[in-house]
């Protein structure tokens, strides 16, 4: 499949475990952010989404955590499974739908 | 499958053509995106149409130009094309403004030699 990036920072992780996945912003003014999951040879995948009036949000085994202070996002995968390994993008949304990705973490999930 | 259509899957080409790179949104979707993925610049925006009028533009080069057709297909046109233009080239698709929510495509593969 595609690789996406040569350098990209890994997180290699047992099945089963709970995964962490960081993301530093830059933008204050950012009000909305978003975590994509790109797997080898695919296009950019919606995880899920936050807002910046809230700190926390949850959904399928997927946490995302908003730290505005210190503009820090992570995602937070549960019992992380092999088909979990993919890249992993957080995203901003700046004005018009202009969406601004991060560099990407590559998780790799041990068998 | 995301529902967003690109084609072609593929493409090498020499530099100084032109290419052109096609996109079926959604059903429905009026919103189409176009980013470009290489190796050293990650994911780059580079334009979003809206109900065929373009509404926001990021680093594109004037060599590149799109449009949005009524069906709401779109086009993303390459001319001049160098060495550093060989990317991996994404289409989205929303149906709503001021989403975060975009499907992609699975995208072009453009090879300059």
């Known amino acids: 499949g595609e690789s996406v990036g040569l350098h990209l920072p890994t997180l290699s992780v047992q099945e089963g475990d709970n995964s962490i996945i960081n993301c530093a912003y830059s933008?204050?003014?950012?009000?909305?952010f978003i975590w994509y999951k790109q797997e080898s040879g695919k296009g950019p995948q919606f995880i899920i989404d936050i807002r910046s009036n809230m700190d926390k949000r949850q959904g399928q085994r997927v946490t995302v955590l908003l730290n505005k202070t210190v503009k820090h996002l992570s995602l937070q995968i549960a019992a992380t499974q092999p088909g979990d390994s993919a890249v992993y993008f957080c995203a901003e949304n700046n004005a018009g739908n202009m969406l601004t990705f991060g560099g990407g973490t590559r998780l790799m999930v041990k068998p | 499958d995301s529902g967003v259509t690109q084609t072609p899957k593929h493409l090498i080409t020499a530099t100084g053509q032109r290419v052109t790179l096609r996109c079926s949104p959604r059903?429905?979707?009026?919103?189409v995106y176009w980013y470009q993925q290489s190796l050293d610049q990650g994911l780059q925006f580079l334009i979003h149409?809206?109900?065929?009028?373009?509404?926001a533009k990021g680093n594109i080069l004037e060599r590149f130009s799109a449009q949005q057709f009524p069906d709401l297909h779109s086009e993303l046109n390459l001319s001049s094309l160098e060495l550093g233009d060989s990317a991996l080239y994404f289409c989205?698709?929303?149906?709503?403004?001021?989403?975060?929510?975009?499907?992609f495509g699975e995208g072009s593969r453009l090879t300059v030699l």
């Open positions: 933008n204050s003014a950012s009000d909305y």
């Open positions: 149409y809206y109900n065929g009028e373009e509404r």
């Open positions: 989205a698709s929303s149906v709503l403004l001021g989403t975060g929510e975009l499907f």
């Open positions: 059903s429905g979707d009026l919103s």
